[in-house]
């Protein structure tokens, strides 16, 4: 399974920007999808999620209410939209996906184990 993600650049602070993440190579539906974010000196942290049937999603507190995730099976596509960015919104931003039966423990980075390469999402205030 490959990921390439794409969308990141540079924006003010209130702007609002859409991230994708196309998925090819995957066998299966039942895929669990998510976005986590990184800077420099941090550990990556978790975004948001979405379950394989897309039903269930679940953000950060920092970004809920702010960025949704969704997903377009036919396309292998997923997606991050995100409003009202922050300057402290600024950060590396991956995808990530792994099969999964159930949808627990979407919050951990090592529950994925494919991710794409990061696009870059700067913030200015």
């Known amino acids: 399974v490959q990921l390439q993600a794409s969308g990141g650049g540079l924006v003010q602070a209130g702007d609002s920007l859409r991230l994708s993440c196309v998925a090819s190579?995957?066998?299966?539906?039942?895929?669990?999808t998510g976005w986590f974010r990184q800077t420099p000196g941090k550990e990556r942290e978790f975004v948001a999620a979405?379950?394989?049937?897309?039903?269930?999603?679940k953000y950060a507190p920092s970004v809920k209410d702010r960025f949704t995730v969704s997903k377009e099976d036919a396309e292998n596509t997923f997606y991050l939209q995100m409003r009202s960015l922050r300057p402290e919104d600024t950060a590396v931003y991956y995808c990530a996906t792994e099969v999964r039966s159930e949808f627990a423990y979407y919050y951990v980075s090592d529950y994925y184990g494919y991710w794409g390469q990061g696009t870059l999402v700067t913030v200015s205030s």
């Open positions: 979405i379950s394989w049937s897309g039903r269930t999603t």
């Open positions: 190579g995957r066998t299966s539906s039942r895929y669990v």
